[in-house]
């Protein structure tokens, strides 16, 4: 019984990590790329044995989250050869994962005040519905290349998952109503033109944000077929809104 | 593979193919009694919050609680569930709101109703295999068709609203 509840104090451990590392259990240490050096920053020990660690890898702190079984991981960390790392307590590293998700809401909250700011002139119904086509479309533009093609990697943590749900319902589908109500007060084509490229610049920026901050990851995936994600979204949700107004001019003669 | 088949054909497809000839068949057979607009919205707000609760709770983005059919992955027949059967079973529900409200009943009594058939569904659901329970309990899916169904009701009452405004 003592035994179970007997934690060894925490030291100052030096462990080497290489470069090239490949997966471990989870496919975690996936997340390092070829020109990183990833440092661990703390390894937080677990009742069961295991080990959460966090690594520190281009001036930011990555968790993986897979809990690795200290004896296999730190074995097979020794085993590898070429860049220091060094373990602490994970102070710092708990202050700047929480910056991460405070930057995420005030991106959402500010998002949020510039739609309520922007002077509206959509009907309600046809911004509703550009809402929920781009709510759909971006919940499977997140699940389709992280669970079923395996180009991306999403956190295992509940909270940067939560800040992703948050990004989900808040910050890109508002991004799409404002598009679509500065679209449609765009008088030429250089005009609308312009428009599709500052949204897809703009979405491309905020998507590898989570990819910077460490939310997401993108493994295989090409920022070339994001540009075209983008664009297809700008361009379906032009088209849903014409085909909106047209069904609403129909309904004029409903009570 | 973008959207993946189902790894056999067996009772879990079989239940969604016929849920779905079903409740089709029976949302065209009813009168029409909402503008085109007014149902592909509704349609449009279930599909959503169908995608959004299996986002938050099945993905395993934050939380992993159940898996749909087959494969933990995302094949056919999710998106089947998501943006065809439940659409269509929602659109009934407000089909029959909209009576029960002519009627003058209350609604909180719809809500409750509408809860028993929903979690019924649910379990049949699980006995064909559509779903695999990770640590989810038929019991706590009753709470969330009372605020699904409540989300649904505040919904249908904003387009309400909204049709009035003059286009």
Redesign the interface.
Known sequence: MLLFFYQKPQTEYYYYLARDAKPFHGGNMGFLRSREVPIVVSIKRQRSGENNIALRKSGYIWYPSVKINKLTSLRYIKSLQGFTAYISGGKRAKLEHNMISLLFILINLIMLLSYTKYPKRLHPIRAATCYMVSFIYIHNYLVIPSINLGDWEITKRIDYGLIITLNNVIAVPVAALLFIEIYTVARDFQEKLMTICTWVLFMLLFEYLHDWFGLIHHKSWKISWSILVWFFLGIFLIVITKIMKRMMMKLGDVK | ????PPVRFDANEWYTIVFITLTFFISIMLPKRF???FT??IL??I??LA??TD??LA?????DFYDYSDT???DWFDEFLQ?ILYPIVGYLYMYLYDIWLKKGYSKLLFVALCTIPSTVFEWTALKAHVFTYKGWKIAYSIPSYVILMTMYMIFFHL?KR????K?
């Open positions: 593979m973008i959207l993946y503008p085109n607009v592909l919205n449009l707000f599909a959503c995608k959004f986002f938050l993905a395993g983005i934050p939380f933990p992955k995302l943006l387009m909204w049709i009035k405004i286009v």
